[in-house]
């Protein structure tokens, strides 16, 4: 019999629970590194638990090799959800599966009824997946934050004129 080569990637996308804190607390750290934790962003969710209901892990063969994990916010006057940290392994990059779970994890915020998607990251992989920048320095972080990196995905009708005030964790 020839032999054979076994290219074997089962990738499966799983709502997020506790046995997978451990991994993702290594992805993130491979991916943001040690200053992770000074990010604005950050100290939003130092503010309260994000909603593991609407966070997702993608596995490989049963490792999970990515995460994206989503945070009840209010920001200015939008019941939102920020998005962040999305993180895939180096390993498994470039294959569709930062855009995967991002649009999985905006879909189930849809469905909760959010009325937007926030981030803090870079536009020009954002931007072409649905996000829209955020009026210069309408919104208040708890800490710095470059406000040209500050961008959202609008789930419901007048959302930007609402997007000004303080971002905060929401109950
Ligand atoms: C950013 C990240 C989540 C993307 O995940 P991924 O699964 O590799 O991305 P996808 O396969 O969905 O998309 C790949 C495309 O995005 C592009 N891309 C990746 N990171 C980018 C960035 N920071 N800016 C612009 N484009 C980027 C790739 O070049 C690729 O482009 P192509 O399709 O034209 O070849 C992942 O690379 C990661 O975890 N990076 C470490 C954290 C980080 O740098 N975050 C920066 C964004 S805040």
Redesign the pocket.
């Known amino acids: 019999m020839a032999p054979q080569l076994l290219l074997k990637h089962d990738l499966v996308y799983l709502t997020e629970d506790p046995s997978h804190d451990e991994i993702i607390e290594i992805?993130n750290a491979e991916?943001?590194g040690p200053g992770r934790h000074a990010r604005a962003a950050a100290r939003i969710r130092e503010q309260g638990p994000h909603d593991r209901s609407i966070s997702f892990v993608c596995a490989d063969d049963g490792e999970t090799i990515?995460s994206v994990r989503m945070t009840p916010v209010i920001a200015g006057s939008v019941k939102g959800h920020m998005l962040?940290?999305?993180?895939?392994?180096?390993s498994?990059?470039?294959?569709?599966?930062?855009?995967?779970?991002?649009r999985i994890a905006i879909e189930a915020a849809r469905r909760k009824g959010s009325e937007a998607v926030v981030?803090?990251?870079?536009?020009?992989?954002?931007c072409p997946?649905g996000f829209e920048k955020v009026s210069y320095n309408a919104l208040a972080f708890p800490g710095p934050v470059d406000p040209g990196?500050v961008l959202v995905v609008p789930l419901v009708d007048d959302v930007h004129p609402r997007l000004a005030g303080v971002i905060a964790w929401r109950p």
């Not at 981030?119 to 954002?126: E, N, S, T």
């Open positions: 992805i991916a943001f990515a962040g940290p999305l993180a895939v392994r180096p498994h990059k470039n294959r569709g599966i930062g855009r995967e779970l991002l981030l803090v990251g870079d536009p020009p992989y954002y997946l990196r």
